[in-house]
């Protein structure tokens, strides 16, 4: 992901609804192992045109690891969440 760490849009803030909190845009550009969180097309496209930035933003290997890929179950991302946070410990 070219500029990934100056983006006019990354102080912008929602609730995320897989961590039930506030969360910065930066975060979910970067939550799938530096990749976009597959849900950020979803969250995002009220708040900015999240789709054409990330378009212009990822190449096109991005883009389908992104979000063409197979999705985690809930079961799956709250396993992968546990785990992240025991290794923050």
Request: proline fraction near 7%; charge should be neutral.
């Given at each position: 992901m070219s500029d990934k760490n100056n983006n006019q849009f990354d102080a912008h803030q929602i609730r995320c609804p897989k961590l039930g909190h506030a969360v910065t845009f930066s975060y979910c550009r970067m939550e799938n192992k530096g990749l976009p969180c597959f849900k950020a097309l979803d969250c995002w496209?009220?708040?900015?045109p999240v789709e054409k930035f990330?378009?212009?933003?990822?190449?096109q290997e991005e883009w389908e690891n992104a979000f063409e890929?197979?999705?985690?179950?809930k079961v799956q991302s709250l396993l992968d969440l546990i785990l992240a946070a025991k290794k923050q410990d």
């Open positions: 496209f009220q708040s900015f990330l378009r212009e933003s990822l190449t890929g197979e999705r985690p179950t």
